[in-house]
């Protein structure tokens, strides 16, 4: 069984990697969130050889709203573009010699990221497995719901900080819930945390609350002190400040010391962008309640371009219906009294990982109070903890008749509603999809002993083929 999950770890990396590259060659150019001051970003360090200060100017809403109103015609040049010249260096640094070598070429680029994703995909597999050692289930199937979300590979596929920032922190929760994190190694990660985006700078008290949970007790019997507490957490904090410090320098210089980060510099400068004030306003508390919702699930599945292209309204009700079912799962599973009780290191991880998932959450509420950016790739930053909880759920139901009934009832339900949507004759995928699915969930229904392979299979499967679907009839006709 342990053998077959490795061969399914592998599998699942090419499969990603192929669908990767499918998205950074067909996904027109810039026709991602920010894709051009990104890129900009990286053309500064390569061409000009010192880091950029975001300025007056170099926001414009209207010739913004221009280039993607007009899908960036190659006449209008993007180079104005130059928004997230506040962000941390890490991944431009990094992707300077990709630029060099391919002379700025935009696919070399995004295929970097790609590559990002793979290594954020290998360390999410070993932070379950390592976490749940007894349950080899849950590392391969967590490995594929991050692997195969449509709007995560599209966003993993293009030029920006986003796969590095998600590397970086997951990399750091894996040295968290180990036993016995080492303050140096650990507080290493955090410094490039913090030089990598904000976002994953919910990784510090998830570092230091689970130091001081390591530190806290040598066994259950005995305590150590609190000048070794203290001490390791200042080996943490001096580790981090080694790598950040001298960035978070250079900005108080440049942006003043009440702005490290430089983002009240960015907010002064991004003027035009929507308010959320002006939206309640305009909608009311339930109307802009409901529009966040919706467009925050839609986009987490997949809305692509610049939140130009949605998928058809068939597809996100099929999708709901799963992520009902994982989340029902979940809920099941972890309330389920017969299931094999926890241990005291794995309760601390779980702990530490909702604790990560919770800041992401409320990050992302909190931006929403200023600025109308209900995308729910902000988000991203807990994947690994959503999908350990996914991966919770589909277990629970494999282990029932009438949950993989269902969960292939679910899966059964995106090409149906895809051949619904699209309605065209040239629909041979999804025909060979409708009957692969019941071909391996029917099998996985009647022989308990492959049931959860052959479920994990039909997933792996029918996200595969949503993904071919936001690319070939979603992204590439509409971009």
Same mark, same amino acid.
């Given at each position: 069984?342990?053998?077959?999950?490795?061969?399914?770890q592998?599998?699942?990396?090419?499969?990603?990697?192929?669908?990767g590259?499918?998205?950074?060659?067909?996904?027109?150019?810039w026709?991602?969130?920010?894709?051009?001051?990104?890129?900009n970003?990286?053309r500064a360090?390569?061409?000009?050889?010192?880091?950029?200060?975001i300025?007056?100017?170099d926001?414009?809403q209207e010739?913004?709203?221009?280039?993607t109103?007009?899908?960036?015609?190659p006449q209008?040049s993007?180079?104005?573009?130059?928004?997230?010249?506040h962000?941390?260096?890490?991944?431009?640094?990094?992707a300077?010699p990709?630029y060099?070598l391919?002379?700025?070429?935009l696919?070399?680029l995004?295929?970097?990221?790609?590559a990002?994703?793979?290594l954020?995909?290998t360390?999410?597999?070993?932070l379950?497995?390592?976490l749940?050692?007894?349950?080899?289930f849950?590392?391969?199937?967590?490995?594929?719901?991050?692997?195969?979300?449509?709007q995560?590979?599209a966003?993993?596929?293009?030029?920006?900080?986003?796969a590095?920032?998600?590397l970086?922190?997951?990399?750091?929760?894996?040295?968290?819930v180990?036993?016995?994190?080492?303050?140096w190694?650990?507080g290493?990660?955090v410094?490039?945390?913090?030089?990598?985006?904000?976002?994953?700078?919910?990784?510090l008290?998830v570092?230091?609350?689970?130091?001081?949970?390591s530190?806290?007790?040598?066994?259950?019997?005995?305590?150590?002190p609190a000048s070794?507490?203290?001490?390791?957490?200042?080996?943490?904090?001096?580790?981090?400040?080694?790598?950040?410090?001298?960035?978070?320098?250079?900005? #108080?210089?440049?942006?003043?010391? *009440?702005?490290?980060?430089? %983002?009240a510099?960015?907010?002064?400068v !991004? +003027?035009? =962008?929507? &308010?959320?004030?002006?939206?309640?306003?305009?909608?009311?508390?339930?109307?802009?309640?409901?529009r966040f919702?919706?467009?925050?699930?839609?986009?987490?599945?997949?809305?692509?371009?610049?939140?130009g292209?949605?998928m058809?309204?068939p597809?996100?009700?099929?999708?709901a219906?799963?992520?009902?079912?994982?989340?029902?799962?979940?809920?099941a599973?972890?309330l389920d009294r017969?299931r094999p009780?926890l241990?005291?290191?794995?309760?601390?991880?779980?702990?530490?990982? #909702?604790l990560s998932?919770?800041? *992401?959450a409320?990050?992302? %509420?909190?931006?929403?109070?200023?600025? !109308? +950016?209900? =995308?729910? &790739?902000?988000?991203?930053p807990?994947?690994?903890?959503?999908?350990?909880?996914g991966?919770?759920?589909?277990?629970?139901?494999t282990?029932r008749?009438?949950?993989v009934?269902?969960?292939g009832?679910?899966?059964?339900?995106l090409p149906?509603a895809?051949?619904?949507?699209l309605?065209?004759?040239?629909?041979?995928?999804w025909?060979?999809?409708?009957?692969l699915?019941?071909?391996?969930?029917?099998?996985?229904?009647?022989f308990?002993r492959?049931?959860?392979?052959?479920?994990?299979?039909?997933w792996?499967?029918g996200?595969v083929g949503l993904n071919?679907?936001?690319?070939?009839?979603g992204i590439?006709?509409n971009?």
């Amino acid at each position: 069984m342990q053998k077959g999950y490795r061969w399914a770890q592998i599998l699942l990396l090419l499969c990603y990697a192929a669908l990767g590259t499918l998205y950074a060659v067909y996904t027109p150019p810039w026709q991602a969130p920010d894709e051009p001051a990104h890129y900009n970003y990286i053309r500064a360090l390569a061409e000009e050889r010192a880091l950029p200060v975001i300025e007056e100017g170099d926001y414009d809403q209207e010739y913004l709203g221009l280039l993607t109103a007009r899908k960036f015609p190659p006449q209008l040049s993007v180079a104005p573009l130059r928004y997230e010249d506040h962000q941390p260096p890490l991944y431009y640094l990094l992707a300077v010699p990709v630029y060099l070598l391919s002379g700025g070429a935009l696919v070399p680029l995004r295929l970097f990221s790609v590559a990002l994703g793979l290594l954020l995909l290998t360390v999410a597999h070993r932070l379950v497995r390592d976490l749940f050692p007894d349950r080899p289930f849950l590392a391969p199937a967590a490995m594929a719901l991050i692997a195969f979300l449509p709007q995560h590979v599209a966003m993993t596929a293009a030029v920006n900080n986003d796969a590095l920032a998600e590397l970086v922190l997951a990399t750091a929760l894996w040295l968290a819930v180990r036993p016995n994190p080492r303050p140096w190694r650990l507080g290493a990660v955090v410094g490039l945390a913090l030089l990598t985006k904000t976002t994953a700078y919910v990784v510090l008290p998830v570092a230091l609350l689970a130091l001081w949970w390591s530190g806290a007790r040598m066994n259950t019997d005995e305590r150590r002190p609190a000048s070794y507490v203290a001490a390791q957490t200042g080996r943490l904090l001096l580790a981090a400040l080694l790598l950040a410090g001298p960035w978070l320098v250079r900005n #108080a210089t440049v942006y003043g010391w *009440t702005d490290p980060l430089g %983002l009240a510099r960015h907010n002064a400068v !991004v +003027q035009g =962008q929507p &308010r959320t004030a002006e939206w309640l306003a305009q909608y009311g508390p339930g109307g802009l309640a409901m529009r966040f919702v919706r467009t925050t699930f839609q986009s987490f599945w997949g809305q692509f371009g610049w939140m130009g292209v949605p998928m058809h309204p068939p597809v996100y009700r099929a999708l709901a219906v799963l992520s009902a079912l994982l989340g029902v799962g979940f809920l099941a599973g972890w309330l389920d009294r017969r299931r094999p009780r926890l241990t005291s290191g794995q309760r601390r991880g779980v702990l530490l990982l #909702a604790l990560s998932a919770t800041l *992401t959450a409320l990050s992302y %509420l909190w931006y929403n109070l200023t600025f !109308v +950016q209900h =995308q729910g &790739r902000y988000l991203f930053p807990a994947l690994v903890p959503l999908a350990l909880a996914g991966a919770w759920g589909l277990e629970w139901w494999t282990e029932r008749r009438v949950g993989v009934l269902l969960l292939g009832l679910g899966l059964m339900g995106l090409p149906l509603a895809l051949v619904w949507a699209l309605r065209r004759t040239a629909l041979l995928l999804w025909g060979a999809l409708g009957v692969l699915l019941p071909a391996l969930w029917l099998p996985a229904l009647l022989f308990p002993r492959p049931r959860r392979s052959l479920t994990l299979a039909a997933w792996v499967l029918g996200m595969v083929g949503l993904n071919l679907y936001a690319i070939f009839w979603g992204i590439i006709p509409n971009l």
